[in-house]
């Protein structure tokens, strides 16, 4: 099957923000440079040109209409996943089969975006769930019934969440297509970034990224000024960039910033010296996989998927032992600028053929002729 006889249909839960919107329309890019027919759904508009899409037609309905006119339907995210699931399932005669890629744990839980050692996981939740979620085990029994009916052909991109998924849906075809972003084929230049931002020569920049800025719980947004307290006293260098808020101001050395359009995170990510990232659960996190590609060095909890992409010592510092050990060893690359840059050159030599684009959206074509096949 070649390229251009495909047609795909993209649909995810926003529009534009998140991960899995992120992955959607970097395929989606592809796809369509490629000669592929290529459409997208979504369930929350985020610009004014999505609300007049939602006005005109449903998106389950122009999901289903993708479907019957033999189209690959792509699913990536949902706020109602058993909702969704349901309304493909529930097809006469069946619609044909999906591919599903799995962005996080929500698929497999009664309501949790991620397990975090949640100790009713296994048991198959419990009534009322601690976490405050609702009607917990009627979401994973429809949940289960549905992508049983379905059939899809489901994908994760990390061999962790592989082996969860696996668990959970033994009989579930999975497989493993790790997360890829444009890779530049010339590592862009640091110094320059850091002059366009206005940096000193003197000053060591430490990198926060979450959608969500401080208030982020699952990306350790809530600690990182108590982070880059104890990264200051350990380097009086270091200043700190922290992005995805709600608002822009400074704290003393520390630079809050709302979000940021794809060039402006580039600037940040090419300027940073290191890209502090503490989270408490992750699959496989593209902002890893653009500091990567900006040349720059990561710190980060070694968590999830993580480790699938970091290789300790090599191209970025992994840290198990909580949030006060990544802040040290976060430092002590702030006060040694040598190693951190050696780092950052080595992630974005070795990450070109492992975590590109090209990459990814091949992968994908091999993933859709099956299905298709199927």
Request: aromatic residues 6%.
């Amino acid at each position: 099957m070649t390229a251009s006889a495909l047609t795909v249909t993209h649909h995810t839960c926003l529009e534009q923000r998140g991960g899995a919107a992120r992955v959607a329309d970097m395929l989606a890019g592809w796809q369509a440079r490629s000669g592929m027919r290529v459409g997208h759904t979504f369930e929350l508009a985020e610009t004014e040109a999505g609300r007049q899409r939602q006005q005109s037609r449903a998106w389950l309905e122009d999901l289903r209409d993708a479907a019957r006119s033999g189209g690959l339907v792509h699913l990536h995210a949902s706020r109602d996943w058993p909702a969704l699931l349901e309304g493909l399932a529930g097809q006469i005669p069946p619609l044909p089969k999906p591919v599903l890629t799995l962005h996080d744990c929500a698929l497999l839980t009664g309501g949790c975006i991620y397990i975090l050692n949640c100790p009713d996981y296994d048991s198959g939740c419990v009534e009322p769930c601690p976490r405050s979620h609702g009607q917990v085990r009627e979401r994973r029994g429809r949940i289960e019934q549905a992508l049983r009916s379905l059939s899809p052909l489901a994908v994760s991109p990390s061999r962790w969440l592989r082996d969860l998924a696996a668990q959970r849906f033994p009989w579930l075809d999975l497989r493993v297509v790790p997360n890829g972003v444009e890779w530049p084929e010339i590592r862009p230049d640091k110094a320059e970034a850091r002059r366009r931002l206005g940096l000193a020569a003197e000053a060591r920049m430490a990198l926060f990224v979450a959608h969500g800025g401080t208030s982020a719980a699952w990306k350790g947004g809530d600690i990182w000024m108590d982070m880059f307290k104890l990264i200051k006293a350990r380097e009086p260098r270091a200043v700190a960039c922290m992005l995805g808020g709600e608002k822009q101001e400074r704290l003393g050395d520390v630079f809050l910033w709302p979000y940021v359009d794809r060039e402006r995170m580039t600037l940040f990510l090419t300027a940073a010296d290191v890209l502090v990232y503490p989270s408490r659960a992750d699959n496989h996190p593209l902002i890893i996989l653009e500091a990567m590609a900006a040349g720059t060095c990561v710190a980060a909890t070694s968590v999830g998927g993580i480790p699938e992409q970091i290789r300790d010592g090599e191209t970025g510092a992994l840290v198990s032992g909580g949030w006060p050990a990544l802040a040290e060893r976060a430092a002590t690359l702030l006060a040694h600028p040598r190693q951190a840059r050696t780092m950052g050159i080595n992630a974005f030599e070795t990450g070109r053929a492992r975590f590109s684009l090209q990459r990814m959206a091949a992968d994908y074509l091999r993933v859709y002729a099956q299905a298709a096949a199927d």
